[in-house]
């Protein structure tokens, strides 16, 4: 079948893509067609009726017949019309009796302004209702912190359930009774459980699913202020859309990037920002007087101790992977580069260098996140990924279905053909394979799961890595035999196989057997890829900004204890979190001068000398490294308030005053962007992440804020009813006002979407190239991991070998959640109840041989002279993981002094007094927060 064919609409010739559906060949097209429940990540069920057209045989053919067009695939010579009496009174007979037992609330309604269903009755010309009965209403539902139910607004679309059930892999929301009582919810009211429930928002066509902490303070869509940003919750780097208005963050949406987030992102990204809005927040200086108190002091004042710090003795700097590139170079650039710390704990430090050197160096594919979905075999070992990179588990579950696809293409069926293909393959998926410490939430799609130590993990790796080139087998498990054969087969008879892997167990030997085996399945008659899992947002930035033997903090703590550190500047890094607490004393203990910028309140704060308060990332402009290697841009949504600045104005406003040669042609952000790509060989492509300050479309600046913005008197009328002006953006191309074009732009610098007739998200496709294709723009980022050169010599792998702990001794294995081990998302008050509180998990073999059972505690070391203080946690029993193994809740406050890869000693506390099942403690989620304020 040919690629191009050609089709009449309403009189007009069009050159198309063959097989797709008619609907979305149309709005590919610029043309409007109503439709509901079609959705472009989730196919067709032609479920609605919304979108029908009239389908003539021939050119004689003056009837026709209504089609849908979600569901009628385009085919040479076909005829078509949208505008033909038939079509257009039987979509508004459609859209009638959708609102049969519609409310009336529009101007309550929280999507009002922005609801696919306004903007579709108006495009079918529908106005008058002739139903005079009763409607039919529902009971709502509590369905947890994040999202808001309003049943009686639902028009039975289905999408709600096809995204939360087919497509993310959710199991307690469901379509319930039939007729005209269909009920979309759960069995019984509770806390949503899937991590993607917060898409339900922008994928409900009306105002069924909306944001919960946006209903409690509310804004309409065209009162927010927007700009285009970069989560920062993990490493995957997925773009978000954050709204603001009144100097506080309203909410956060999806921003389509083709090859990273497509149309969602996970719930830590949505809701997890609104941290930003904490009154905890730091806004002012302070300075740390003789009593442990801190005065507030203005910018000068700061800015004139910093500077005066800064020439006093030897300086040394401590980074951060959630600080922007530009940020870490200046601070690095300030303390001279063997000064600098990446803000890493030390195996964090070896970790990530090698999780980038073994991408650097091999010639496979690394993937983006588009990329993964096309894998047909795919292999886990290590990672939780739902947990440690969400966005990327959101993808897996789609790349399953790739053996569905196939066989929809056997029999003539068309990807988007939805219900058919899943009826035809039922329950037969392309194979995933998860070797793991204990249970995931991908486990209901793999094929086979194993539990093992990372240890093992990484021998079963060398074992698939010497099976597939022939090489005699390590010395592991009989059992496992079976296992290797299987799943080394299906790589090597897979022609897009996936390996994933990453930091999360914190094993060097797994990632180094991972690189190996990678690198033996590379072969003529496949195209294997590789994705690491790194653990920050800029994880992957810090090590290409700095070196493998560049100092760690231990490094540095060394220094300070005898005597060699003078003023230590802290960026954007909460020490405590990276090193056992005692040895951060230790070394701050011994420094004159302890300087910290950061946006919130952490143990690190606590103990400086000088806080300099910063802006969040929404709050100002830089770039960030995803796991793939991506650069991307994120940009302030609105003006840091108080006297905060972002951390690189700090740093840069500290060299200027000290006379450093470097900063002489550095004025704006963009200055500093292009002397990190010129000093970094790694980095020097960074430059080509967003356009620079300079851009104009047309001649002038992109708005934040839409045409429609309302209000700017009103938002100061406490203060004076005379508008001021607008604040000035000088850092970049966007505008902070509603003046400007906000069209055929560049993709990084799109700050929200909206069309004619197209008030929704739904008016994305008229910003895109074709409907799901790269916006018109081009794609946001820039990939810095060159993947079609000649491997290089790699560096000799780490030898996986199994360690047996000691009687009586256990493994400390992270056990990451994606609600709470984040520093950051875990401040935001909804993320942070649905955290719950730090345990330990353990097999129930190890439970007997403790004594000890689920909800018991337990102590953890060797030292129990004095119970207060020794650590204590409840006990999780769990037959998923491996025996001698001790998960831990990663990155809690409870848990932040015990190193993952070490070997601990468990008791049983007599003493431990069981929580009560049917509260949600968040006491052990979190940041470690500190005392300054």
């Given at each position: 079948m040919a690629d191009r064919v050609t089709i009449h609409i309403d009189g007009k010739a069009y050159q198309v893509k063959s097989g797709e559906n008619l609907l979305q060949t149309c709005l590919s097209l610029g043309l409007d067609l109503p439709y509901f429940c079609w959705h472009p990540a989730m196919g067709s069920v032609g479920a609605c009726r919304q979108c029908a057209l009239v389908q003539y045989q021939n050119e004689e053919d003056q009837h026709g017949r209504i089609v849908m067009g979600c569901m009628t695939p385009v085919t040479d010579g076909a005829i078509f019309s949208l505008q033909g009496d038939k079509a257009s009174e039987f979509r508004e007979t459609i859209v009638e009796s959708l609102m049969l037992n519609h409310p009336h609330d529009c101007p309550v309604c929280a999507e009002g302004g922005e609801c696919h269903l306004q903007d579709m009755t108006v495009m079918t010309g529908h106005r008058d209702r002739h139903y005079r009965g009763l409607k039919n209403t529902h009971r709502n539902q509590y369905l947890g912190p994040l999202i808001h139910h309003e049943m009686n607004r639902c028009i039975t679309c289905y999408r709600c359930t096809r995204f939360y059930r087919d497509y993310a892999g959710g199991t307690d929301l469901a379509a319930m009774a039939a007729h005209?009582?269909?009920?979309?919810?759960?069995?019984?009211?509770?806390?949503?459980?899937?991590?993607?429930?917060?898409?339900?928002?922008?994928?409900?066509?009306?105002?069924?699913?909306?944001?919960?902490?946006?209903?409690?303070?509310?804004?309409?869509k065209w009162d927010l202020q927007s700009a285009p940003s970069v989560c920062t919750g993990c490493a995957v780097g997925c773009n978000t859309l954050p709204g603001e208005r009144y100097g506080k963050l309203k909410r956060v949406h999806?921003?389509?990037?083709?090859?990273?987030?497509?149309?969602?992102?996970?719930?830590?990204?949505?809701?997890?920002?609104?941290?930003?809005?904490?009154?905890?927040?730091?806004?002012?200086?302070?300075?740390?007087?003789?009593?442990?108190?801190?005065?507030?002091i203005d910018q000068s004042q700061a800015l004139q101790y910093l500077t005066e710090a800064c020439q006093k003795g030897h300086v040394a700097g401590i980074g951060s992977p959630r600080a922007s590139v530009e940020s870490n170079f200046l601070l690095r650039t300030l303390v001279g580069a063997d000064n600098f710390s990446s803000g890493f704990s030390n195996k964090e430090h070896?970790?990530?260098?090698?999780?980038?050197?073994?991408?650097?160096?091999?010639?496979?594919?690394?993937?983006?996140?588009?990329?993964?979905?096309?894998?047909?075999?795919?292999?886990?070992?290590?990672?939780?990924?739902?947990?440690?990179?969400?966005?990327?588990?959101?993808?897996?579950?789609?790349?399953?279905?790739?053996?569905?696809?196939?066989?929809?293409t056997e029999i003539g069926l068309e990807h988007w053909q939805d219900a058919a293909i899943r009826n035809l393959a039922q329950d037969q998926r392309s194979p995933l394979f998860i070797a793991a410490v204990a249970d995931t939430r991908l486990d209901d799609v793999a094929q086979q799961i194993l539990h093992m130590a990372p240890d093992d993990i990484?021998?079963?790796?060398?074992?698939?890595?010497?099976?597939?080139?022939?090489?005699?087998?390590?010395?592991?498990?009989?059992?496992?035999?079976?296992?290797?054969?299987?799943?080394?087969?299906?790589?090597?008879?897979?022609?897009?196989?996936?390996?994933?892997?990453?930091?999360?167990?914190?094993?060097?030997?797994?990632?180094?057997?991972?690189?190996?085996?990678?690198?033996?399945?590379?072969?003529?008659?496949?195209?294997?890829?590789?994705?690491?899992?790194?653990?920050?947002?800029?994880?992957?930035?810090?090590?290409?900004?700095?070196?493998?033997?560049?100092?760690?903090?231990?490094?540095?703590?060394?220094?300070?204890?005898?005597?060699?550190?003078?003023?230590?500047?802290?960026?954007?890094?909460d020490l405590y979190r990276r090193c056992h607490s005692s040895s951060i004393d230790n070394m701050l203990e011994h420094i004159d001068n302890v300087i910290v910028i950061d946006y919130v309140d952490t143990a690190t704060t606590s103990a400086s000398s000088l806080v300099l308060p910063s802006a969040t990332a929404i709050e100002s402009e830089g770039t960030l490294i995803s796991m793939e290697g991506r650069a991307q841009r994120h940009f302030p949504v609105f003006e840091p308030k108080a006297e905060r600045l972002a951390s690189w104005q700090w740093l840069l406003h500290c060299m200027k005053a000290l006379g450093r040669a470097e900063t002489e042609h550095i004025h704006y952000f963009d200055d500093v962007t292009r002397a990190c790509a010129a000093n970094i060989s790694s980095l020097e492509h960074i430059v080509n992440a967003a356009p620079s300050h300079l851009y104009r479309n047309h001649g002038v600046k992109i708005p934040r804020q839409p045409h429609r913005y309302s209000g700017r008197t009103a938002m100061r009328a406490n203060i004076s009813v005379h508008e001021p002006k607008q604040p000035v953006d000088q850092e970049s191309a966007l505008a902070y006002t509603m003046e400007g074009l906000n069209q055929s732009q560049p993709g990084a610098l799109l700050p929200y979407v909206w069309s004619p007739g197209w008030n929704s998200n739904q008016s994305l496709h008229k910003f895109q190239s074709e409907v799901?294709?790269?916006?018109?723009?081009?794609?946001?980022?820039?990939?810095?991991?060159?993947?079609?050169h000649q491997l290089l010599d790699s560096e000799p792998a780490i030898k996986s070998k199994k360690i047996t702990p000691a009687d009586g001794q256990w493994l400390l294995v992270p056990r990451h959640k994606i609600f709470g081990s984040d520093e950051?998302?875990?401040?935001?008050?909804?993320?942070?109840?649905?955290?719950?509180?730090?345990?330990?998990?353990?097999?129930?073999?190890?439970?007997?041989?403790?004594?000890?059972?689920?909800?018991?505690?337990?102590?953890?070391?060797?030292?129990?002279?004095?119970?207060?203080?020794?650590?204590s946690l409840e006990v999780h029993i769990n037959s998923?993981?491996?025996?001698?193994?001790?998960?831990?809740?990663?990155?809690?406050?409870?848990?932040?002094?015990?190193?993952?890869?070490?070997?601990?000693?468990?008791?049983?506390?007599?003493?431990?007094?069981?929580?009560?099942?049917?509260?949600?403690?968040?006491?052990?989620?979190?940041?470690?927060?500190?005392?300054?304020?």
């Open positions: 005209d009582h269909v009920y979309f919810g759960r069995h019984q009211e509770g806390v949503l459980e899937n991590e993607f429930s917060g898409n339900l928002v922008e994928v409900c066509p009306t105002g069924v699913f909306t944001d919960k902490s946006l209903v409690n303070e509310y804004t309409r999806n921003r389509y990037n083709t090859e990273v987030n497509g149309y969602f992102i996970c719930d830590r990204g949505r809701y997890g920002p609104s941290y930003v809005n904490l009154p905890e927040r730091l806004d002012y200086a302070g300075l740390r007087q003789p009593d442990g108190l801190y005065n507030a070896d970790l990530v260098n090698l999780a980038l050197s073994i991408q650097q160096q091999s010639h496979v594919l690394i993937p983006s996140v588009k990329q993964i979905e096309t894998a047909d075999a795919v292999l886990i070992l290590g990672e939780d990924i739902t947990n440690t990179a969400p966005r990327i588990a959101l993808a897996l579950r789609q790349t399953v279905r790739n053996k569905a696809y196939e066989l929809g990484a021998l079963f790796a060398d074992a698939l890595a010497c099976y597939i080139a022939n090489e005699k087998l390590p010395d592991i498990n009989e059992n496992l035999i079976s296992s290797v054969e299987t799943i080394a087969k299906t790589l090597l008879q897979a022609k897009r196989p996936l390996i994933v892997s990453g930091t999360s167990c914190y094993n060097a030997s797994v990632i180094s057997a991972t690189g190996k085996l990678i690198e033996k399945l590379n072969s003529e008659n496949c195209e294997p890829m590789l994705s690491m899992i790194v653990p920050e947002a800029n994880s992957l930035g810090q090590a290409m900004l700095t070196t493998r033997d560049a100092p760690t903090i231990d490094t540095l703590a060394a220094l300070a204890i005898a005597g060699k550190i003078n003023t230590l500047i802290v960026l954007e890094n799901s294709g790269p916006l018109k723009g081009g794609t946001a980022g820039v990939r810095l991991i060159k993947t079609d950051l998302s875990a401040l935001s008050p909804a993320i942070a109840e649905l955290a719950g509180h730090a345990y330990i998990e353990i097999n129930p073999a190890d439970a007997q041989s403790l004594n000890v059972n689920e909800g018991d505690g337990v102590f953890i070391g060797d030292d129990h002279t004095n119970d207060s203080h020794q650590l998923n993981i491996a025996e001698g193994c001790a998960g831990f809740s990663f990155g809690f406050n409870d848990t932040l002094n015990l190193i993952p890869g070490e070997f601990v000693s468990l008791t049983k506390n007599p003493n431990w007094q069981r929580r009560q099942a049917d509260t949600i403690a968040t006491d052990g989620g979190g940041s470690n927060g500190g005392s300054y304020g």
